[in-house]
């Protein structure tokens, strides 16, 4: 059974930090990209973050930029994303996806095959 599984969120005080994790089960994280979408309330979901299947080439969207870290770990068949100087703005629905053999040349969730079903962060004082 294909199965990602988000873990990590939780409720954190501005400029603290979260490591989300997104373990993967039934297929090969190797041979995919992984991408951190979050979607906050009242806001459409979007792309944050994308780790390739290939060199493991990262991309960063501006607002997390400096602030987040994406990583793979291949032996453990499971992607992460560091997350420091948390602000407010970061509340949302974290999601992880994959894409087979990808790029990281966008965020368009068609071309993203299996997601996690979402891990909740929340920054607030």
């Known amino acids: 059974q294909v199965q990602l599984v988000e873990s990590g969120g939780g409720l954190v005080q501005p400029g603290g930090s979260l490591r989300l994790s997104c373990a993967a089960s039934g297929f090969t994280l190797r041979y995919y990209a992984i991408a951190w979408f979050r979607q906050a309330p009242d806001k459409e979901r979007e792309g944050i973050s994308c780790?390739?299947?290939?060199?493991?080439?990262?991309h960063y969207a501006d607002s997390v930029k400096g602030r987040f870290t994406i990583s793979r770990d291949n032996a453990k068949n499971t992607g992460y994303l560091q997350m420091n100087s948390l602000k407010p703005d970061d509340t949302a629905v974290y999601y992880c996806?994959?894409?087979?053999?990808?790029?990281?040349?966008?965020?368009?969730?068609?071309?993203?095959?299996?997601w996690g079903q979402g891990t909740q962060v929340t920054v607030s004082s």
């Open positions: 996806a994959t894409a087979y053999m990808g790029l990281c040349r966008h965020y368009r969730e068609t071309g993203y095959n299996y």
């Open positions: 780790i390739s299947s290939s060199d493991g080439s990262t």
